[in-house]
């Protein structure tokens, strides 16, 4: 048996209670991995509440929440290749993270160096490819504007430093606290405005000149994308990845809006792992590097015993965080 966070009723975050549950065992393609730490994310907070947007979330309960893991492989199922236990490794899984040992897809691990802190590397399976994808599939050149939305938060304070290691000429945030904005200048932007002001959009247009910036990053979505399509630069590009704002509707979009050479589209990581393997294997190999290297640094907001999963989730939902909230087994 092993000890793992459940619920079997949406709410507020004390419905996630410890359980005991059987160790599970990998099936065909698949490994077991002894988790060294789980990050939390405004996902599985809206999973615990029942507003995912996701269609391949389809919870039976009780549900154990997934999320970004890292650990060491213990068991491998039939038909897998290349790996095997004691391997140190990540992978983002939508079910069974919040527990002592996780069974995920052997195609989405990652491995994971022995000289990178579990809490802090357990950024790169999840939330820091996503900040790479969305850099890539935004298309970003060197001496660009770029700005990112929720710039203190998991993927923004991540996607501010890889676009300063890209070359982005300048890299504007929105975070709502004073704390916030400040943690995201020591992160690489070189200004911050506050997404609550109705005049943010207007603020950021003042510090590009009235030209707008090239590309945003929208893990926000609802109102904010629209603002966003409107203040785009000529030829500039918009990439949707979430929508932590809580609004599940993409705003509808007048066709003039796009007049201005302007590109909207949409990223999932899985998606980019599935569509372009080859482009989604360098962006391992490159995170991992910048990671190690230091280039990058996964800010770790708290890190909290299993049994505090509540709690955590408590601080993801009141955006408190700067950076990472980590479950430690």
Request: aromatic share 6%.
């Amino acid at each position: 048996m092993m000890r793992a966070v459940q619920f079997d009723r949406y709410g507020d975050p004390d419905v996630l209670y410890v359980a005991e549950r059987p160790v599970p065992e990998p099936g065909p393609g698949q490994v077991r991995i002894a988790v060294e730490a789980v990050s939390v994310g405004h996902a599985q907070t809206q999973m615990r509440r029942e507003v995912f947007p996701a269609p391949m979330w389809r919870p039976v309960f009780p549900v154990v929440l997934g999320g970004d893991v890292v650990g060491r492989i213990t068991a491998v199922g039939p038909d897998v290749t290349g790996l095997r236990p004691g391997d140190r490794v990540g992978a983002f899984t939508l079910y069974g993270a919040y527990a002592e040992q996780v069974v995920v897809d052997a195609v989405t691990v990652v491995p994971v160096p022995e000289e990178l802190d579990a809490a802090e590397a357990a950024v790169l399976p999840g939330t820091g490819l996503i900040a790479l994808g969305i850099l890539r599939t935004g298309q970003l050149r060197k001496g660009e504007t770029v700005l990112v939305h929720a710039a203190a938060g998991g993927v923004g304070h991540i996607a501010v430093q890889l676009a300063r290691a890209a070359g982005a000429g300048q890299v504007i945030g929105t975070a709502g606290a004073a704390d916030k904005r400040e943690f995201a200048r020591t992160t690489g932007a070189d200004a911050v405005v506050d997404h609550r002001s109705p005049d943010w959009a207007d603020e950021v247009r003042e510090l590009t000149g009235g030209r707008g910036p090239d590309l945003i990053l929208d893990g926000v979505g609802a109102e904010v994308l629209h603002q966003g399509i409107d203040l785009l630069a000529p030829g500039g590009r918009l990439v949707f990845y979430g929508s932590s704002g809580g609004e599940l509707e993409i705003p509808r979009v007048s066709v003039m809006a796009l007049i201005g050479i302007k590109y909207v589209t949409g990223f999932a990581l899985s998606a980019w792992r599935i569509g372009r393997p080859h482009e989604y294997e360098a962006g391992v190999a490159e995170l991992t590097r910048l990671l190690v290297d230091g280039q990058v640094k996964s800010a770790v907001h708290a890190r909290l015993p299993l049994e505090r999963a509540a709690e955590a989730h408590t601080i993801v939902e009141a955006r408190a965080q700067l950076g990472r909230v980590v479950l430690i087994p």
